[in-house]
């Protein structure tokens, strides 16, 4: 496709979709998380990492009953983001509503009902087997919040998603190499235009049902080229064939100009991703040897490595 038709669909993209919702305030929200110097000694310069997170939803009416998902329970997204923190990065944390956290990975699924008890009728208490988790979510959560060091933004719709990631991407410009991408969203690839989908709910009555899905419009290459051009780009490719992976992943690295591809496979994802690179591809696993350990610890310490060397790079 040339460059001139990827933007008339990008551009009729927004203009068709929903307007977001409190989009003024999102934007001063995160100029001021982007241009706040957080004190902490350990930040790593003036480093911000958006880390998109859980997959996006495609709404088939406009007052929406059904859509259509994208599988993603945001444990990859909601793990990245602590070890950024941890390595010195701020963090904007662009999140579906209702997946994984950082720092809730090890509470239960209803950690409200499970971690505490009723002390007595008037008052409730942490459970002591959830004493240390609950502890460590709270405080880990509030150095971050507090610190500066985190923003959390939400979303559920294919629409919001691509609103948001062009607004952080404007409000990121200004860092130059300093700024990271690491788009580990599962993000829809085909949606129903705004201005054609039925506004309410589609009656079965009216028997089978027959529905044109557009494509929606490669973001990644206007996002490296043009919205953020200096920004270092990581996305993520992923596949349930381990035949067409690392192929397809290579596609991508060159088509959107990406400065390095994570290709994972949806049944080992947990255990290893491979990070294809314009020099060559770098297998990353977890260390099984240590327990509770995950695959997300080497590999943000591989892409803050390489991002370094990119920032190195860029400076001289
Ligand atoms: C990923 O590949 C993520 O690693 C996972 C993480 C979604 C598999 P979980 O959230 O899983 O921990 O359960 N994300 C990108 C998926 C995606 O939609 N990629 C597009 C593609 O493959 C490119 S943007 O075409």
């Given at each position: 496709m040339d460059s001139a038709t990827l933007h008339e669909e990008i551009d009729s993209f927004f203009e068709s979709a929903p307007p977001l919702k409190d989009s003024a305030k999102i934007t001063d929200k995160l100029n001021q998380f982007v241009q706040f110097d957080s004190p902490s000694?350990?930040?790593?310069?003036?480093?911000?990492?958006?880390?998109?997170?859980?997959?996006?939803?495609?709404?088939?009416e406009q007052r929406c009953v059904r859509y259509i998902d994208n599988f993603s329970s945001g444990n990859r997204g909601a793990a990245s983001t602590e070890y950024f923190i941890k390595a010195g990065y701020k963090v904007i944390f662009l999140y579906r509503r209702g997946t994984c956290q950082p720092y809730c990975r090890s509470l239960p699924e209803d950690p409200l009902l499970e971690c505490f008890e009723l002390a007595d009728d008037s008052d409730f208490r942490v459970r002591q087997s959830h004493s240390e988790a609950v502890k460590g979510a709270i405080r880990n959560h509030h150095t971050a919040v507090a610190g500066g060091l985190l923003l959390k933004l939400p979303f559920t719709t294919i629409f919001e998603y691509l609103q948001l990631l062009r607004i952080i991407a404007s409000s990121m410009r200004s860092l130059e190499c300093h700024a990271m991408f690491y788009l580990a969203a599962?993000?829809?690839?085909?949606?129903?235009?705004?201005k054609s989908m039925a506004e309410h709910k589609i009656q079965s009555a009216s028997?089978?049902?027959?529905?044109?899905?557009?494509?929606?419009?490669?973001?990644?290459?206007?996002?490296?080229?043009?919205?953020t051009p200096m920004a270092f780009c990581i996305s993520f490719k992923l596949e349930t064939d381990s035949k067409i992976l690392l192929e397809k992943a290579n596609m991508a690295l060159r088509k959107y100009k990406m400065h390095s591809v994570v290709a994972n496979e949806l049944l080992t994802r947990k255990e290893e991703v491979t990070v294809v690179t314009e020099s060559g591809n770098i297998s990353v696993c977890r260390d099984k040897t240590r327990a509770g350990s995950d695959v997300e610890d080497p590999l943000i310490e591989l892409l803050v490595n390489r991002h370094s060397?990119?920032?190195?790079?860029?400076?001289t």
């Open positions: 000694s350990e930040r790593k310069g003036r480093r911000v990492v958006c880390v998109t997170s859980g997959g996006t939803t495609v709404p088939l599962a993000v829809s690839d085909f949606y129903v235009p705004w028997g089978p049902l027959d529905m044109r899905l557009m494509q929606v419009p490669k973001m990644l290459s206007v996002l490296r080229t043009e919205w060397n990119y920032i190195k790079d860029a400076s």
